[in-house]
């Protein structure tokens, strides 16, 4: 009799209690995520997905002691799966990608209050139900083991099969990941986007892949020493200088929230000679990168002049070469280069980045005084009037500077001090956008005020001030959604929403008294601008990313964006979503982009052959 037992209580032990269990934490997150985040899955039972997590239940329970054990183990897990991806999505746009791993400690510091206080009980309380639930018996583990080493073979060894029996299943869209996560769900989502990743592990390019690309996008031969040389030379200035001075401020979530039509202001959130000043250059507009977050993105295309496609944060993952960026190119002409936020220097790995670009000094968090906080971002004017300290007997002694300053106040929560008292009301906006609404009246104030001592102090410098990104105002776009500026979900923008969702105000002074109307101008064009303005003599590789004659490509993950000169704007969404008559224009610049891609890994993380790239008549091709 006890044998007849024997095999019902295993199958209950082994797999319906696991089954239970994550079926309950399953429908019970899910639940959570759409109220707390409004993400919901397509399917009320998505079929394979709780398959998967009902397979890794099973594994799992050969290496806890009990249903108890198996419960905790799985929860830390599961709340990362589930409110995890839901609250990227409402926040920044997608879902966790692999990518995300190496930004972890990054996103990790963005948190505060409850959600910092969660993620570090999800890390917690998985080192503890690991620490208090495994149980060494050999054949339970040996099997669980097995169970879970299965998939994460073919998953290393062929992961290129994976993606493509999984894309062949559940369909795939390479430019809505959210579309692609509500689709799959979570577990399903994370196997089929790592599967890809891993598939798309790619070595530097060759030597013949870069001269190729590199005929294709500039016939002429790109100088060595633009990159660590002493032969560039900038044009003198009138007063006989070596070179103009090169002032880059980037403002931290900075936009423009007048744009959110229906909602009554009490007075225009931005100060009033601020908005003289921008309408003057036609409300120019910079198209950054990424949404809501992700700063170091936007930095990188500014300061170094390539394109980031892929969700990914590049200083923390490509990376890896020193770099003939902007800093390094006007360093090789003689110019001091500068780069102050007053963040920790760890943050998104700039202590390591900056110098790769060509920084000679990096002033960071323990470099500033901080004596206008605002929680823990340092106000605008402080830093302004620190960095103008530190300016000043560089731009006594001569030499020519670059100074790049990366403001920290406006970043999220958008918290003021009580020397910044709210200023801006409307009986139409959430607690959050009014908030935000006060930040951007104060940083348009006192970046005015800086702009004029600047100015005053170096009257023929090269001034550029830019938004990182837009600022989030709500899970799902919520402020843009209800002002229809763009679409709750992704997979719902219109072509010019692509566009939106990443405009911010530019403003760029060429030593003269007003700013120069450029249109919508993509922020990897940024340091060729720049190098041309000063009539640099070296060819740099920001030659290699000018675009095709009257066409603005504005890539994001996923897809890219062409605008034309008469302000047609096309998004390229991939064959099966782009119109015929775009196919050949999506075409061409996907192909484009594609050469640049190549550049790119050369330069960040590859040999750099593109720094000696040979004449047509050169033996090496």
């Given at each position: ?303 170094c002049g390539l394109p980031v496609v892929h969700d990914e944060v590049i200083f923390e993952t490509r990376l890896r070469n020193p770099v003939p960026c902007l800093p390094a190119t006007l360093r090789a002409a003689g110019y001091a280069t500068m780069a102050s936020h007053p963040n920790v220097p760890a943050f998104w790995n700039r202590h390591n980045a900056y110098p790769r670009m060509g920084f000679d000094l990096f002033l960071a968090q323990s470099d500033f005084v901080l004596d206008d906080m605002n929680d823990e971002y340092l106000g605008d004017a402080s830093l302004y009037r620190q960095v103008l300290e530190r300016l000043d007997p560089l731009l006594e002694s001569g030499v020519p500077v670059f100074n790049y300053v990366l403001t920290f106040f406006g970043h999220l929560d958008y918290p003021l001090n009580e020397n910044r008292p709210p200023v801006i009301s409307a009986p139409d906006a959430d607690e959050r956008l009014l908030a935000y609404a006060n930040t951007v009246h104060y940083k348009t104030r006192e970046l005015m005020d800086f702009l004029k001592q600047l100015r005053a102090r170096d009257p023929q410098a090269l001034i550029v001030v830019f938004g990182d990104h837009l600022p ?150």
């Amino acid at each position: 009799m006890p044998m007849l037992h024997q095999p019902r209580a295993f199958l209950l032990d082994r797999l319906l209690w696991p089954a239970i269990i994550v079926a309950t934490q399953y429908f019970a997150l899910q639940a959570l995520a759409v109220h707390l985040f409004g993400v919901e899955l397509d399917r009320a039972v998505p079929a394979v997905d709780l398959g998967l997590h009902i397979l890794l239940a099973v594994a799992l329970r050969g290496l806890v002691r009990s249903q108890l054990a198996l419960a905790l183990l799985l929860l830390p897990l599961m709340l990362l799966m589930h409110l995890g991806n839901a609250f990227k999505i409402a926040v920044l746009g997608a879902p966790i990608l692999p990518d995300d791993l190496a930004a972890l400690p990054a996103l990790l510091r963005i948190l505060d209050g409850g959600w910092l206080w969660l993620a570090v009980a999800l890390g917690l309380g998985t080192l503890a139900a690991l620490a208090f639930t495994l149980r060494f018996e050999r054949r339970p583990m040996a099997g669980a083991l097995a169970l879970l080493a299965l998939p994460a073979l073919l998953l290393v060894l062929a992961p290129g099969h994976v993606a493509s029996l999984m894309d062949g299943y559940f369909g795939h869209s390479v430019w809505n990941q959210p579309g692609n996560y509500r689709e799959r769900g979570p577990l399903a989502y994370w196997l089929q986007e790592g599967a890809r990743h891993l598939a798309r592990q790619e070595g530097p390019p060759d030597a013949e892949t870069v001269y190729a690309a590199h005929r294709l996008l500039a016939p002429d031969p790109l100088l060595p020493a633009s990159a660590s040389g002493g032969e560039a030379r900038a044009t003198p200035t009138a007063d006989g200088r070596p070179g103009r001075n090169v002032h880059m401020i980037v403002l931290e979530s900075f936009w423009d929230p007048s744009q959110l039509k229906g909602v009554r202001w009490s007075q225009d959130p931005f100060a009033r000679d601020f908005r003289r000043l921008w309408k003057s250059a036609g409300n120019s507009r910079a198209l950054a990168p990424v949404f809501g977050g992700y700063t170091a993105n936007s930095e990188f295309e500014a300061l170094c002049g390539l394109p980031v496609v892929h969700d990914e944060v590049i200083f923390e993952t490509r990376l890896r070469n020193p770099v003939p960026c902007l800093p390094a190119t006007l360093r090789a002409a003689g110019y001091a280069t500068m780069a102050s936020h007053p963040n920790v220097p760890a943050f998104w790995n700039r202590h390591n980045a900056y110098p790769r670009m060509g920084f000679d000094l990096f002033l960071a968090q323990s470099d500033f005084v901080l004596d206008d906080m605002n929680d823990e971002y340092l106000g605008d004017a402080s830093l302004y009037r620190q960095v103008l300290e530190r300016l000043d007997p560089l731009l006594e002694s001569g030499v020519p500077v670059f100074n790049y300053v990366l403001t920290f106040f406006g970043h999220l929560d958008y918290p003021l001090n009580e020397n910044r008292p709210p200023v801006i009301s409307a009986p139409d906006a959430d607690e959050r956008l009014l908030a935000y609404a006060n930040t951007v009246h104060y940083k348009t104030r006192e970046l005015m005020d800086f702009l004029k001592q600047l100015r005053a102090r170096d009257p023929q410098a090269l001034i550029v001030v830019f938004g990182d990104h837009l600022p989030f105002l709500g899970p799902n776009y919520a402020a843009y959604a209800d002002a229809g500026l763009l679409a709750p979900e992704r997979g719902e923008f219109t072509d010019t929403m692509f566009v939106d969702m990443v405009a911010t105000p530019l403003l760029v002074f060429d030593g003269g008294p007003r700013p120069l109307a450029l249109g919508d101008l993509p922020l990897y064009q940024l340091p060729g601008r720049i190098v041309a303005a000063l009539g640099l003599s070296a060819e740099t590789p920001f030659a290699l990313t000018a675009t095709p004659p009257g066409l603005a490509i504005r890539p994001l993950p996923g897809l890219h964006v062409v605008r034309d000169a008469d302000g047609n704007t096309v998004a390229c969404r991939g064959d099966e979503d782009t119109a015929p008559e775009h196919a050949e224009l999506c075409q061409g610049t996907a192909a484009w982009l594609a050469q640049v891609g190549t550049i790119k890994a050369d330069l960040l993380f590859g040999h750099q052959y593109v720094l000696s790239a040979p004449r047509d008549d050169d033996p090496r091709i």
